[in-house]
Nanobody
Framework: QVQLVESGGGSVQAGDSLRLSCAGS????????MAWFRQAPGKEREFVAQ????????DYADAVKGRVTISRDNVKNTVWLQMNNLKPEDTAVYYC???????????????WGQGTQVTVSS
């Protein structure tokens, strides 16, 4: 089992940057593919970015591609989401999620953090 705690959210201006962190517990952290999702008020949760357990492969939603970088440190049990050139439409609660590496990509992510709020004003 993995417990996830996000941090790093805040209120910023358009064009600013933020770095979100997700601290994971458990010795098996290195065996989980990790992802960031977000949910804006009145909207469904959407995928933002993911990184495989080894850190060797990443994937991004089109809406953030080129502005966002996901990374991880399996020694520190931490995943980061570096967000640059933030836009008002990036305003949402951002969630970190984990899925066992051997599960197919179509499976839902198993573990979720509590979320961290990101607010971008114009």
């Amino acid at each position: 089992q993995v417990q996830l705690v996000e941090s790093g959210g805040g209120s910023v201006q358009a064009g600013d940057s933020l770095r979100l962190s997700c601290a994971g517990s458990g010795r098996a952290f290195t065996h989980y593919n990790m992802a960031w999702f977000r949910q804006a008020p009145g909207k469904e949760r959407e995928f933002v970015a993911q990184i495989v357990f080894s850190g060797g492969s990443t994937d991004y939603a089109d809406a953030v591609k080129g502005r966002v970088t996901i990374s991880r440190d399996n020694v520190k049990n931490t995943v980061w989401l570096q967000m640059n050139n933030l836009k008002p439409e990036d305003t949402a609660v951002y969630y970190c999620a984990a899925r066992w590496y051997a599960k197919p990509p179509t499976d839902e992510y198993e573990y979720w953090g509590q979320g961290t709020q990101v607010t971008v004003s114009s």
